[in-house]
Protein backbone atom coordinates (compact mmCIF):
# COMPACT_ATOMS: atom_id res chain seq x y z
CA UNK A 1 0.00 0.00 0.00
CA UNK A 2 1.25 3.29 -0.98
CA UNK A 3 1.34 6.16 1.71
CA UNK A 4 1.17 9.69 -0.32
CA UNK A 5 2.19 12.72 1.44
CA UNK A 6 -0.68 15.73 1.36
CA UNK A 7 -1.01 17.88 -1.44
CA UNK A 8 -1.47 21.27 -1.71
CA UNK A 9 -4.58 21.31 -3.26
CA UNK A 10 -7.73 22.41 -1.72
CA UNK A 11 -10.56 20.67 -0.17
CA UNK A 12 -13.68 20.56 -2.41
CA UNK A 13 -16.98 21.22 0.08
CA UNK A 14 -20.23 19.51 -1.14
CA UNK A 15 -23.00 21.66 0.36
CA UNK A 16 -26.47 20.43 0.49
CA UNK A 17 -29.86 21.77 -0.13
CA UNK A 18 -33.34 20.73 1.62
CA UNK A 19 -36.00 20.78 -1.27
CA UNK A 20 -34.02 21.01 -4.24
CA UNK A 21 -30.95 20.51 -5.80
CA UNK A 22 -27.42 22.10 -5.83
CA UNK A 23 -26.87 24.33 -8.88
CA UNK A 24 -25.32 23.03 -11.92
CA UNK A 25 -21.97 25.02 -11.40
CA UNK A 26 -21.48 23.90 -8.13
CA UNK A 27 -21.63 20.10 -8.81
CA UNK A 28 -19.55 20.51 -11.54
CA UNK A 29 -15.68 19.83 -10.78
CA UNK A 30 -13.16 22.96 -11.43
CA UNK A 31 -11.37 22.47 -15.30
CA UNK A 32 -7.78 21.59 -14.89
CA UNK A 33 -5.01 24.11 -14.80
CA UNK A 34 -3.13 23.24 -17.29
CA UNK A 35 -4.53 20.49 -20.46
CA UNK A 36 -7.13 20.00 -22.84
CA UNK A 37 -9.50 17.41 -23.59
CA UNK A 38 -8.11 13.35 -21.82
CA UNK A 39 -6.26 12.01 -24.21
CA UNK A 40 -5.54 8.64 -21.72
CA UNK A 41 -5.65 7.01 -18.96
CA UNK A 42 -2.63 4.08 -17.23
CA UNK A 43 -0.98 3.04 -14.33
CA UNK A 44 2.54 4.18 -13.84
CA UNK A 45 4.68 1.24 -14.01
CA UNK A 46 8.21 2.66 -13.06
CA UNK A 47 9.56 6.41 -13.20
CA UNK A 48 12.52 7.05 -15.05
CA UNK A 49 13.27 10.25 -14.03
CA UNK A 50 12.32 13.43 -12.69
CA UNK A 51 9.48 14.31 -15.38
CA UNK A 52 9.62 11.04 -17.27
CA UNK A 53 7.56 7.54 -16.54
CA UNK A 54 6.54 4.48 -18.18
CA UNK A 55 2.99 3.03 -18.08
CA UNK A 56 1.88 -0.55 -17.25
CA UNK A 57 1.47 -0.82 -21.33
CA UNK A 58 4.72 -0.07 -22.44
CA UNK A 59 4.07 3.55 -23.09
CA UNK A 60 7.06 6.02 -22.69
CA UNK A 61 5.48 9.45 -21.22
CA UNK A 62 7.13 12.84 -20.82
CA UNK A 63 5.87 15.28 -18.82
CA UNK A 64 5.38 18.83 -20.95
CA UNK A 65 6.36 22.51 -19.39
CA UNK A 66 8.78 21.38 -17.13
CA UNK A 67 12.29 20.97 -16.76
CA UNK A 68 14.49 18.95 -14.08
CA UNK A 69 18.00 18.17 -13.16
CA UNK A 70 18.58 15.19 -15.37
CA UNK A 71 19.75 11.86 -13.36
CA UNK A 72 23.88 11.28 -12.97
CA UNK A 73 25.13 8.54 -15.08
CA UNK A 74 28.14 6.97 -15.43
CA UNK A 75 29.96 9.08 -18.28
CA UNK A 76 29.33 12.06 -15.95
CA UNK A 77 32.10 13.47 -13.57
CA UNK A 78 29.96 16.08 -12.02
CA UNK A 79 25.89 16.24 -12.07
CA UNK A 80 23.57 19.24 -11.62
CA UNK A 81 22.42 18.61 -8.16
CA UNK A 82 19.00 17.36 -7.19
CA UNK A 83 17.92 14.72 -10.25
CA UNK A 84 17.81 12.16 -7.93
CA UNK A 85 15.66 14.34 -5.42
CA UNK A 86 12.76 14.84 -8.49
CA UNK A 87 12.83 11.30 -9.23
CA UNK A 88 11.95 10.74 -5.47
CA UNK A 89 9.34 13.03 -5.96
CA UNK A 90 7.92 12.18 -9.48
CA UNK A 91 7.78 8.28 -7.90
CA UNK A 92 6.10 9.37 -4.91
CA UNK A 93 3.35 11.02 -6.61
CA UNK A 94 2.89 8.61 -9.31
CA UNK A 95 4.56 5.37 -8.88
CA UNK A 96 2.27 2.42 -9.11
CA UNK A 97 -0.99 4.98 -9.55
CA UNK A 98 -3.67 5.48 -12.25
CA UNK A 99 -2.63 8.33 -14.10
CA UNK A 100 -5.00 10.54 -16.25
CA UNK A 101 -2.93 12.41 -19.21
CA UNK A 102 -4.30 15.46 -20.82
CA UNK A 103 -3.37 16.73 -24.00
CA UNK A 104 -0.66 19.22 -24.31
CA UNK A 105 1.00 21.62 -27.27
CA UNK A 106 2.98 18.84 -28.08
CA UNK A 107 2.03 15.17 -28.44
CA UNK A 108 5.39 13.39 -29.07
CA UNK A 109 9.05 13.58 -29.28
CA UNK A 110 11.42 12.26 -31.65
CA UNK A 111 11.99 9.52 -29.10
CA UNK A 112 8.39 8.46 -29.24
CA UNK A 113 7.69 9.31 -26.18
CA UNK A 114 4.47 10.67 -25.98
CA UNK A 115 4.30 14.41 -24.34
CA UNK A 116 1.40 15.11 -21.94
CA UNK A 117 0.30 17.19 -18.48
CA UNK A 118 -0.48 13.83 -16.04
CA UNK A 119 -2.88 13.86 -13.46
CA UNK A 120 -2.48 11.50 -10.65
CA UNK A 121 -6.17 10.27 -9.81
CA UNK A 122 -7.03 9.60 -5.78
CA UNK A 123 -10.40 9.46 -4.69
CA UNK A 124 -11.81 10.61 -7.12
CA UNK A 125 -9.80 14.25 -7.30
CA UNK A 126 -6.67 14.85 -10.30
CA UNK A 127 -3.66 16.45 -8.81
CA UNK A 128 -1.38 17.69 -10.91
CA UNK A 129 2.30 16.41 -11.24
CA UNK A 130 3.74 18.87 -12.92
CA UNK A 131 2.47 21.73 -10.76
CA UNK A 132 3.27 19.43 -7.63
CA UNK A 133 6.80 19.26 -8.64
CA UNK A 134 6.95 23.15 -9.16
CA UNK A 135 5.58 24.28 -5.99
CA UNK A 136 7.87 21.50 -3.76
CA UNK A 137 10.99 23.06 -5.99
CA UNK A 138 11.89 20.04 -7.48
CA UNK A 139 11.87 21.21 -11.17
CA UNK A 140 10.97 24.89 -13.04
CA UNK A 141 8.70 26.37 -15.42
CA UNK A 142 10.16 25.18 -19.13
CA UNK A 143 10.37 27.63 -22.00
CA UNK A 144 7.32 26.24 -23.63
CA UNK A 145 4.57 25.92 -21.14
CA UNK A 146 1.81 25.41 -23.01
CA UNK A 147 -1.68 28.30 -22.60
CA UNK A 148 -1.29 32.04 -21.23
CA UNK A 149 -3.09 30.83 -18.60
CA UNK A 150 -0.90 27.46 -17.97
CA UNK A 151 2.08 29.42 -18.02
CA UNK A 152 0.94 32.07 -15.33
CA UNK A 153 -0.42 28.97 -13.17
CA UNK A 154 2.92 27.00 -13.66
CA UNK A 155 4.91 30.31 -12.79
CA UNK A 156 3.23 31.13 -10.03
CA UNK A 157 3.68 27.68 -8.18
CA UNK A 158 7.56 28.02 -9.46
CA UNK A 159 8.16 31.53 -7.99
CA UNK A 160 6.46 30.45 -4.76
CA UNK A 161 9.12 27.69 -4.21
CA UNK A 162 11.88 30.22 -5.54
CA UNK A 163 10.54 32.71 -2.38
CA UNK A 164 11.04 29.56 0.12
CA UNK A 165 14.09 28.31 -1.29
CA UNK A 166 12.58 24.60 -1.39
CA UNK A 167 14.41 22.11 -3.31
CA UNK A 168 16.50 23.58 -6.44
CA UNK A 169 16.09 26.69 -5.34
CA UNK A 170 17.86 25.77 -1.69
CA UNK A 171 21.01 25.00 -3.64
CA UNK A 172 23.22 28.12 -4.84
CA UNK A 173 23.97 25.94 -7.70
CA UNK A 174 20.71 27.24 -9.18
CA UNK A 175 20.84 30.87 -8.03
CA UNK A 176 19.20 33.66 -9.94
CA UNK A 177 21.89 35.21 -11.94
CA UNK A 178 21.66 39.17 -13.07
CA UNK A 179 22.08 40.05 -16.70
CA UNK A 180 23.69 42.95 -15.83
CA UNK A 181 26.83 41.11 -14.68
CA UNK A 182 27.57 38.88 -17.63
CA UNK A 183 31.15 37.73 -15.76
CA UNK A 184 28.74 35.62 -13.83
CA UNK A 185 26.82 35.01 -16.41
CA UNK A 186 29.28 33.44 -18.40
CA UNK A 187 30.75 31.75 -15.88
CA UNK A 188 27.83 29.40 -15.74
CA UNK A 189 28.12 28.42 -19.50
CA UNK A 190 27.19 25.23 -20.40
CA UNK A 191 25.42 24.35 -17.50
CA UNK A 192 21.42 25.44 -16.38
CA UNK A 193 21.20 28.83 -15.41
CA UNK A 194 18.23 31.07 -14.49
CA UNK A 195 18.71 34.63 -15.60
CA UNK A 196 16.87 37.78 -14.82
CA UNK A 197 17.38 41.02 -15.98
CA UNK A 198 15.76 43.86 -18.48
CA UNK A 199 14.44 42.64 -22.59
CA UNK A 200 16.13 45.47 -24.97
CA UNK A 201 15.37 43.88 -27.81
CA UNK A 202 13.53 40.73 -29.39
CA UNK A 203 14.24 38.90 -32.88
CA UNK A 204 12.95 35.80 -34.63
CA UNK A 205 14.48 32.46 -35.31
CA UNK A 206 12.04 30.23 -37.21
CA UNK A 207 9.60 29.06 -34.48
CA UNK A 208 11.50 30.56 -31.44
CA UNK A 209 11.43 34.80 -30.20
CA UNK A 210 15.28 35.15 -28.47
Not at 7 to 18: K, N, Y
Not at 84 to 99: P, R, W
Not at 181 to 188: G, H, M
Request: proline share 5%; with cysteine; hydrophobic share 45%.
Amino acid sequence: MRVHAPTALAAVIALTFVGRAAPAQEQQKAAPPCGGEEIARGTVSHVVDGRTVVLDDGREVRLFGIEVPPPASAQQTEAPPGGAAAKAALDALLGGDAVVLRRAQETADRYGRTITYAYAVRDGDEIFAQGELLAAGYARVADRAGTRACAAELLAREAAARTARLGLWANSYYDVLNAETPADVLARRGRFAPVEGKVVSVRKAGRRST
